[in-house]
């Protein structure tokens, strides 16, 4: 089993950055396709970045692209979340999440998921 574990979730103000880091302890995550979801209350679980496991190819929703950005350092040892400018709707628990076949937009694909990190954009 693997066991994911986001930090990095804050209150930020509008306009604001964080950075989101994901791991999972005792392991590397190379092999797996990466994804980070979010969910606020009230909606469901949306998809907002993935990363592939060579981490040559990223996707992003529309509402974060060209704000936030997925990564992996080096050793492939942590995913990060990079969210930059900020905005209120931003505002959600943020979960990591690993696939062992490959990165999607469809949480369905992911098989571990990490217990999340409450992101709060305040105006």
């Known amino acids: 089993q693997v066991v994911l574990v986001e930090s990095g979730g804050g209150l930020v103000q509008t306009g604001g950055s964080l950075r989101l880091s994901c791991a999972a302890s005792?392991?590397?995550?190379?092999?797996?396709?990466m994804g980070w979801f979010r969910q606020a209350p009230g909606k469901e679980r949306e998809f907002v970045a993935a990363?592939?496991?060579?981490?040559?190819?990223?996707g992003y929703s529309n509402s974060v692209k060209g704000r936030f950005t997925i990564s992996r350092n080096y050793a492939k040892t942590t995913v990060y979340l990079q969210m930059d400018s900020v905005r209120l709707d931003d505002t959600a628990v943020y979960y990591c999440?690993?696939?062992?076949?490959?990165?999607?937009?469809?949480?369905?694909?992911?098989?571990?998921w990490g217990q999340g990190t409450m992101v709060t954009v305040s105006a």
């Open positions: 999440a690993a696939s062992e076949r490959s990165y999607s937009t469809n949480g369905n694909q992911y098989d571990y």
């Open positions: 005792g392991r590397t995550l190379s092999n797996y396709g």
């Open positions: 990363i592939s496991r060579p981490g040559l190819s990223t």
